[in-house]
């Protein structure tokens, strides 16, 4: 069972890059929900949290070019946040690889607690940046 659902009016900011890489990341989230629900050992958990991590990274550069690109206002305090999940996500990496123990729950929550936080909020703060420059611009 998904632990996240995707919906244009909850998450879709409007730009379709970043929407891609959200689905994407959802799919990810997903995907370690999957591996921890059916008892996936700690190299396998660690693969995917490694994956993700990645493309998060990835996906994190592109959209702080982004926000750069429209002079975005909160662009520090948004650059912030990527940066704390970034850590966590390392610390529980390293955690993994040090066979110490991690919490699924404390996992899973923490994941979707971010994706609706950040994605469902601040990312959505971008998306209405861009439709109010939009409006100015057409008027």
Known sequence: MALLTWHDSLYGIGVKTIDDQHKRILVMINNLNDSLQRGGGNSEVGVILKELVEYVKFHFAEEEKLMEEINYHEIEEHRELHEKLTRHVIAILLRLKN????????????????????IGEEDKKIGQCLSTRALKVSK
Do not use: A, C, T
Request: hydrophobic fraction near 40%.
């Open 99 to 118: 066979e110490q123990e991690v919490s699924i729950y404390e996992l899973l929550s923490f994941l979707r607690d971010w994706w609706n936080e950040h």
